[in-house]
């Protein structure tokens, strides 16, 4: 069976003086990480942490995460990091269904601290205060991690990956991502709550040997550019959002293009990238940026360009190595066409959701293929490209309005920086498409001027026949655009 820790622990015993994680302005070896994660396994053996047990982290980013994680698998138990700011109600719905042996948090939480056994701990901490965990029925000592993947409505989700899921994806998207190496430093900045920051920028690069430079949070970006300048970065995932910000920046003189245009490989994912994104990466970094795309269920990376000069703009890549995938119907069934909603199977695959089969049941067919909720094409050289969430897709008129398609041509209006575009209720076509507009700094546009724009590049029933002016989009705690929001939105205007 395969055991993270035994990957990642020899990588650190293995000449323990070089470098390991920048932090806080400070490089330090791989033997000071291991120093902390002896500290914080000694600690959880004492408070009684046994295999099969959850410990559940709402830190920020910090040492003490992939610190914190080996000391559990060791002990053959689980972490479970969470985000702190997601709201009481959700986080003790999730801490329900989840039942930790204890919570650690930066900050005295009264109303969780009656529930469970809590710790608050700062992010400079080396170590663990001392504490008394409460025993829980253990989980299989194969899951090495638990994800909330609970929205502000519904039920709480929570999806167990095992060891073997996040080994093969981290080798799966090593092997993809041509020129990736040991010595290479990856950024750590995405919230480690988010399957695509811990996997991608924190488990992967511990995986093949390379250093981290942790930053808590993107927010503030003071800190994140520190962490590029000054801990030379080589490897940067990141979601849209934070590319945007990033060359914003950049374009206004915020901060110099240089410690950007030296980092070889930047990929984004989570989200959609703007195409105006890639036209700003070419002009202030002399260079594209290239897309990923995956989800929480799938460790999470599913598909991603191999590097800058074979990237389709667009595209999201090809399905990574060991993944098996087929195209449905937005009904389930089978289809010989280049598009429908993606399907995949394969050891980076969930085994289901935590103690919810029914849920299980709705999301994999008979066969254990997953889906992915995402409709796409597939290119002849296997290239795919996202169209749409299936449940963003707008029907007007019994026509299929993909909002990205819109998007993507609004994008070219010389005064728009982005469109996010919903349907909206109709009495006669069902849904019309609405698009709610961020424009550039300083540029004009009326409604009017963008709809005979769309007029011109799309056919009648894609165009938008309501525009709404907005100086921000809602983001999640990931800094992905709250569609469900501008729809309910929309639904109320």
Same mark, same amino acid.
């Given at each position: 069976?395969?055991?993270?820790?035994?990957?990642?622990?020899?990588?650190?015993?293995?000449?323990?003086?070089?470098?390991?994680?920048?932090?806080?302005?400070?490089?330090?070896?791989?033997?000071?990480?291991?120093?902390?994660?002896?500290?914080?396994?000694?600690?959880?053996?004492?408070?009684?942490?046994?295999?099969?047990?959850? =410990?559940?982290?709402?830190?920020?980013?910090?040492? #003490?995460?992939?610190?914190?994680?080996?000391?559990?698998?060791?002990?053959?138990?689980?972490?479970?990091p969470l985000n702190e700011k997601a709201g009481l109600? &959700? #986080?003790?719905?999730?801490?329900?269904?989840?039942?930790?042996?204890?919570?650690?948090?930066?900050?005295?939480?009264?109303?969780?601290?009656?529930?469970?056994?809590?710790?608050?701990?700062?992010?400079?901490?080396?170590?663990?205060?001392?504490?008394?965990?409460?025993?829980?029925?253990?989980?299989?000592?194969?899951?090495?991690?638990?994800?909330?993947?609970?929205?502000?409505?519904?039920?709480?989700?929570?999806?167990?990956?095992?060891?073997?899921?996040?080994?093969?994806?981290?080798?799966?998207?090593?092997?993809?991502?041509? &020129?990736?190496?040991?010595?290479?430093?990856?950024?750590?900045?995405?919230?480690?709550?988010?399957?695509?920051?811990?996997?991608?920028?924190?488990?992967?690069?511990?995986?093949?040997?390379?250093?981290?430079?942790?930053?808590? %949070? *993107?927010?503030?970006?003071?800190?994140?550019?520190?962490?590029? @300048?000054?801990?030379?970065?080589?490897?940067?995932?990141?979601?849209?959002?934070?590319?945007?910000?990033?060359l914003m920046s950049v374009e206004k003189g915020k901060?110099?293009?240089?410690?950007?245009?030296?980092?070889?490989?930047?990929?984004?994912?989570?989200?959609?990238?703007?195409?105006?994104?890639?036209?700003?990466?070419?002009?202030?970094?002399?260079?594209?940026?290239?897309?990923?795309?995956?989800?929480?269920?799938? &460790?999470?990376?599913?598909?991603?360009?191999?590097?800058?000069?074979?990237?389709? @703009?667009?595209?999201?890549? +090809?399905?990574?190595?060991?993944?098996?995938?087929?195209?449905?119907?937005?009904?389930?069934?089978?289809?010989?066409?280049?598009?429908?909603?993606?399907?995949?199977?394969?050891?980076?695959?969930?085994?289901?959701?935590?103690?919810? +089969?029914?849920?299980?049941?709705?999301?994999?067919?008979?066969?254990?293929?997953?889906?992915?909720?995402?409709?796409?094409?597939?290119?002849?050289? %296997?290239?795919? &490209?996202?169209?749409?969430?299936?449940?963003?897709?707008?029907?007007?008129?019994?026509?299929?309005?993909?909002?990205?398609?819109?998007?993507?041509?609004?994008?070219?209006?010389?005064?728009?920086?982005?469109?996010?575009?919903? %349907?909206?209720?109709?009495?006669?076509?069902?849904?019309?498409?609405? $698009?709610?507009?961020?424009?550039?700094?300083? $540029?004009?546009?009326?409604?009017?001027?963008?709809?005979?724009?769309?007029?011109?590049?799309?056919?009648?029933?894609?165009?938008?026949?309501?525009?709404? *002016?907005?100086?921000?989009?809602?983001?999640?705690?990931?800094?992905?655009? =709250?569609?469900?929001?501008?729809?309910?939105?929309?639904?109320?205007?």
């Amino acid at each position: 069976m395969v055991r993270l820790e035994e990957i990642i622990i020899p990588q650190l015993q293995n000449d323990s003086e070089k470098n390991c994680y920048w932090w806080d302005g400070k490089w330090y070896t791989r033997k000071n990480l291991l120093t902390i994660v002896e500290n914080c396994e000694n600690v959880l053996r004492n408070a009684g942490f046994t295999k099969g047990q959850k =410990l559940v982290s709402m830190l920020r980013n910090s040492p #003490l995460i992939p610190a914190l994680s080996l000391a559990c698998w060791k002990l053959g138990g689980i972490f479970c990091p969470l985000n702190e700011k997601a709201g009481l109600e &959700s #986080l003790t719905g999730t801490l329900d269904l989840i039942k930790p042996f204890a919570v650690i948090t930066e900050h005295k939480i009264p109303e969780l601290e009656n529930l469970w056994p809590c710790l608050t701990c700062d992010l400079d901490s080396v170590s663990l205060p001392a504490f008394q965990g409460k025993i829980q029925e253990p989980e299989t000592e194969n899951y090495a991690i638990i994800f909330a993947t609970s929205g502000t409505t519904g039920n709480p989700k929570a999806v167990p990956l095992t060891h073997e899921n996040l080994a093969a994806n981290c080798k799966a998207t090593n092997d993809m991502v041509r &020129s990736i190496n040991s010595e290479d430093t990856f950024l750590t900045v995405l919230p480690n709550f988010h399957s695509f920051g811990y996997t991608v920028t924190i488990i992967l690069p511990l995986t093949i040997g390379a250093k981290i430079a942790i930053a808590p %949070g *993107f927010l503030p970006p003071t800190v994140t550019i520190r962490a590029i @300048t000054e801990a030379k970065i080589d490897v940067m995932f990141v979601v849209p959002a934070i590319m945007s910000f990033l060359l914003m920046s950049v374009e206004k003189g915020k901060m110099p293009s240089e410690p950007l245009s030296r980092i070889r490989i930047i990929c984004t994912g989570g989200d959609k990238l703007n195409p105006n994104v890639h036209k700003q990466a070419l002009k202030f970094l002399g260079r594209d940026i290239m897309e990923g795309y995956g989800l929480t269920e799938t &460790s999470p990376v599913i598909c991603v360009n191999h590097d800058c000069e074979t990237q389709k @703009t667009g595209s999201i890549g +090809p399905v990574l190595p060991g993944y098996e995938y087929k195209l449905k119907t937005r009904e389930g069934n089978s289809t010989d066409d280049n598009e429908g909603v993606l399907w995949v199977k394969g050891p980076s695959v969930t085994p289901g959701y935590l103690h919810a +089969p029914e849920i299980t049941a709705k999301r994999f067919d008979n066969e254990g293929f997953l889906n992915t909720g995402d409709y796409v094409k597939i290119d002849d050289e %296997g290239y795919v &490209s996202i169209l749409d969430r299936v449940t963003d897709i707008i029907i007007v008129g019994g026509f299929n309005v993909y909002p990205q398609e819109v998007e993507k041509v609004l994008a070219e209006h010389p005064a728009i920086h982005q469109a996010v575009v919903v %349907g909206m209720p109709h009495d006669i076509n069902g849904e019309i498409p609405k $698009a709610y507009v961020l424009l550039e700094e300083g $540029a004009q546009a009326t409604d009017r001027d963008i709809i005979k724009f769309a007029k011109e590049k799309l056919a009648h029933f894609k165009v938008p026949r309501a525009v709404e *002016f907005v100086t921000e989009f809602p983001l999640s705690g990931t800094g992905k655009i =709250l569609r469900r929001v501008l729809r309910e939105r929309a639904k109320n205007s």
